[in-house]
């Protein structure tokens, strides 16, 4: 079944430690997206892809890092400078250009920092 | 810049009744216009969309929703609530020029009574 796989579900980490959130998709899309969700805050965007090699901030990247050097692939790291990054990470992927933007999410990564 | 608004944070009905979520967008040109709905720790999934044409849309599990330029509006309906409908929902908005991610609002809770 084509999808999108968000790996660890849930994870724990100690503060000033960095976390890598695994997210990939075999949907032959060109876009990939990372909004974190908070309660009552919606999605915000983090960052997004839209061609290997290339990615755009959004709209908090502060404290967080990407790369996309597979088309299937787009991690993200939440680094030691995210002030509070316990939060609901949610990664999604679009066909690309030329299209609605229509997205297609993964299940989520929930990210606890203790 | 385009916005979403979601009037209504937590909206609760009774089993059978009406449901009607609100939806107000903020474009200067015509906008494709999401509904989507989430589940408590899972991904989010596309309902409904409007892109082009008739203006009266339908989705999945019963959802309609009909977009109204003159009232800047996209309000999700459905006649008759069940207790699975009860989930977090999420309007967003795309401009069609452009290859921009998706904007979400902030997401209403409904509740179903029974």
């Known amino acids: 079944d084509g999808g999108i796989t968000q790996s660890p579900k849930y994870l724990f980490r100690k503060e000033g430690q960095n976390v890598t959130l695994s997210c990939e998709q075999n949907l032959n899309h060109d876009a990939m997206y990372w909004y974190r969700q908070d309660p009552g805050q919606g999605l915000r965007l983090i960052y997004y892809s839209q061609i290997v090699n290339d990615f755009q901030k959004g709209d908090i990247a502060e404290g967080y890092s990407v790369s996309r050097e597979k088309k299937e692939s787009f991690p993200l790291t939440v680094t030691s400078a995210q002030k509070n990054p316990t939060a609901f990470y949610l990664c999604?992927?679009?066909?690309?250009?030329?299209?609605?933007?229509?997205?297609?999410f993964g299940e989520g990564s929930r990210l606890t920092v203790l | 810049a385009q916005s979403v608004t979601q009037l209504g944070s937590h909206v609760s009905v009774s089993e059978g009744a009406l449901v009607l979520l609100r939806c107000n967008y903020s474009?200067?040109?015509?906008?494709?216009l999401f509904w989507y709905v989430q589940y408590p720790n899972q991904g989010l999934q596309l309902l409904l969309k409007y892109t082009t044409g008739a203006t009266l849309v339908k989705g999945i599990n019963g959802f309609e929703a009909e977009f109204k330029k003159s009232e800047t509006s996209f309000h999700l309906t459905k006649p008759s609530a069940h207790m699975s409908d009860a989930a977090e929902y999420f309007c967003?908005?795309?401009?069609?020029?452009?290859?921009?991610?998706?904007?979400f609002g902030k997401g209403t809770r409904l509740s179903v009574i029974a």
């Open positions: 967003a908005v795309r401009l069609v020029s452009g290859n921009t991610p998706l904007v």
């Open positions: 999604a992927s679009s066909i690309g250009q030329a299209n609605t933007g229509e997205l297609f």
């Open positions: 474009s200067s040109v015509p906008p494709y």
